[in-house]
């Protein structure tokens, strides 16, 4: 079993950054994905960025050059840094993670096993 905390939301103007920061207890980040959602109200819950082992990542479109997703070991964490936040990245943001979800589903929700509580961010123009 994995539980995951999110932490790091919050109120911010446009155009300002935030870091995200996903904790894990139970077992190391190291052998799982962990991919970081959001959803915002009255829409689907929609992918934003993945770490996979080996240090790979991948973003969605909408994020990418704004976003950051890196793997902090000491902590046990995932970080997403959020640079250049615009109205429309307000929502509430999740964790989640998963030991064997293959690249072709890696920006999937349903393929992951494990997801924090979420945290909200609010982006105001």
């Known amino acids: 079993q994995v539980q995951l905390v999110e932490s790091g939301g919050g109120l911010v103007q446009a155009g300002a950054s935030l870091r995200l920061s996903c904790a894990a207890s139970?077992?190391?980040?190291?052998?799982?994905?962990v991919g970081w959602f959001r959803q915002a109200p009255g829409k689907e819950r929609e992918f934003v960025a993945a770490w996979r082992r080996g240090g790979f990542t991948y973003y969605a479109d909408s994020v990418k050059g704004r976003f950051t997703i890196s793997r902090d070991s000491a902590k046990n964490a995932v970080d997403l840094q959020m640079n250049s936040l615009h109205s429309e990245d307000t929502a509430v943001y999740y964790c989640?993670?998963?030991?064997?979800?293959?690249?072709?589903?890696?920006?999937?929700?349903?393929?992951?096993?494990?997801w924090g509580q979420g945290t909200q961010v609010t982006v105001s123009s």
């Open positions: 989640a993670a998963g030991s064997r979800i293959i690249l072709s589903s890696i920006r999937r929700s349903d393929a992951y096993d494990y």
């Open positions: 139970g077992r190391s980040f190291s052998s799982y994905t």
